[in-house]
């Protein structure tokens, strides 16, 4: 990511977002981050992380930084197209969102962006605790 689009970000997001809730590390290595905390309507707190390493050339991995368990109890640790979740690459004890499909993704596509789908799949995922309903009765996919 460039030094221009960094700015350009970071103005959007402290713009939408609490400031103090970002958090961008390693901007100058190969593993550059950003994570954010999220409130959900329910007053739950979760704290997302999106490696940025090939953003915006590429859709960037979401995680939410610990292991999510479905309703009944099955962690969300893999790849489940009802459930919107991938595999992680980057650690294996945090759920991997899907929140942007390869041919939906161009490189003007803003973190805010990402942050909104990714909040929006914390709230559903909230529901399928409450209904059981996997989070695919209430997103539908993006190819």
């Known amino acids: 990511m460039t030094q221009k689009r960094l700015i350009m970000e970071r103005k959007v997001l402290e713009k939408h977002l609490i400031p ?3 958090h961008f590390g390693d901007l100058e290595t ?3 981050y950003v994570k954010f905390a999220a409130k959900t309507n329910r ?9 940025l ?3 915006p050339e590429e859709v ?5 930084t610990k292991l999510l368990y479905t309703k009944d109890g099955e962690p969300m640790s893999g790849c489940s197209s009802s459930m919107h ?3 992680p690459s980057i650690n294996k004890k945090w759920t991997r969102i899907c929140h942007y499909g390869y041919g939906s993704w161009t490189n003007n596509v803003s973190l805010y962006k990402v942050f909104i789908k990714c909040r929006l799949w914390l709230e559903m995922y909230e529901l399928h605790l409450e209904t ?3 989070i695919d009765y209430y997103l539908s996919h993006q190819i």
């Open 20 to 22: 103090s809730t970002i």
């Open 30 to 32: 190969d593993k550059p």
């Open 43 to 51: 007053g739950n707190i979760y704290t997302l992380y999106i490696d």
């Open 53 to 55: 390493s090939k953003f």
């Open 60 to 64: 960037p991995e979401a995680y939410v």
């Open 85 to 87: 979740t991938l595999s």
């Open 132 to 134: 059981g309903k996997d």
